[in-house]
């Protein structure tokens, strides 16, 4: 895979709004797309629907690159193994149900993040006004203003997720363990490295190359997927070939995998410096929650209907509060029947009544065995990058 081989912007763009036409597409250099709240009120999130998140260019494949495809595990392993897709599907199948979750999930609610918040949405306001014009380019202008104040230091990071970088779906594919199984680790292995065909921005190396510890491969859950939701991977998602590790934040997740390394120590790939809180990788994703009905800016009567989603990496579901007195008091909405699977989410629902008519604030924050959502953005000591920022959810209308 060549930089020749990877997708430019303007091809990601043209190809989001073809396939992903209701989410929201961010300003950044790569093609990152966001799922409006209201829209993920499904058990299952179809595959137009869900977010997509980039890092760097993606790549695209012949129809002849998808049917010889290849995985390679190799390293501190036995037998080094390769496999084609069929071989892979010969081996046996498992179905997952899970979220999937970019780390920087919330980002945009960090109180540092509202001064380029509010300049992104000038400038894409600009941009959509602009394409009006038969011979303007997409979003070039937002692209090409934002590393203007994107860079300065007082932000935490650059991609501005609300709370809509996250969707469950049900993958398929051949557990990871029987694969190293099969191929013998060794007693040194003590983490995964990924690697897939992608290229950083510039074309001079991987855009992401993460991993796994070595009890997180061999969960019966962590996959190697070449289906969701009963299809085939479309490579906008990362197929033919992908990793699913539920639990863990999507950069985990690797896109367009090829070879898999297990290593005898902490993986020092691509961006594994980054994705990491107070030094530690991020492994375990927090408890969290999206608000899918009313949508944000909502006019309704009484009884007002709140309902929404709540999931964990950790743990499972304890309990979902709702306020409307800003957290003074809370009410615990009916949960959903456990999901099919440990790591997919779960429904709420509630009823409120009582309010008085005017303007209202819902505040939604879920609770999982071992903690909650807390009221306040997480702090930047030690995470500058502004990762797991798992705030209760807030949603702004009107009761008449």
Known sequence: MTADDQMGWREQFSLSREIKADLRVLPTRELNSETPGELLDQPITPIDLLFVRNTGRMPTF?????????????????????????????????????????AGNGRAYFPCNQPINVLDAKAMALDRLISRIPFAKPYQFARSLRPRW???????????????????????????????????????????????????????????SRGLPIAKA??????VAWAMNGEDIPAIHGGPLRLVAPGYPGSAWQKWIGRIEICDRVHDGRLMEEYRIDGEVIEEMPVNCVITRPANGFEAGQPLGVGGYAWSGRSGIEKVSVSVDGGASWREARLGEPPDGRFAWRRFDIELTGLAPGPVEIIVRAHDQESDQPLQSRSRAGNPIGYCNNVARRLRGRVS
């Open 218 to 223: 061999l969960h019966p859950d962590t996959l």
């Open 150 to 208: 994107k860079r300065w230091p007082w932000f935490a990071g650059t991609v501005m997720w609300a709370e809509g970088a996250v969707g469950c779906i049900e993958w398929t594919g051949v557990p990871l363990a029987v694969l190293l199984q099969r191929c013998g680790v060794k007693a040194s292995a003590v983490y995964t490295g990924h690697h897939s065909a992608d290229l950083a921005l510039d074309g001079t190396g991987p855009a992401l």
């Open 62 to 102: 012949s129809k002849s690159e998808i049917e010889n495809w290849t995985l390679t595990i190799d390293g501190e392993v036995e037998r080094p193994q390769r496999w084609t897709i069929d071989e892979l599907k010969a081996i046996g199948s498992s179905n997952v149900t899970a979220v999937l979750e970019c």
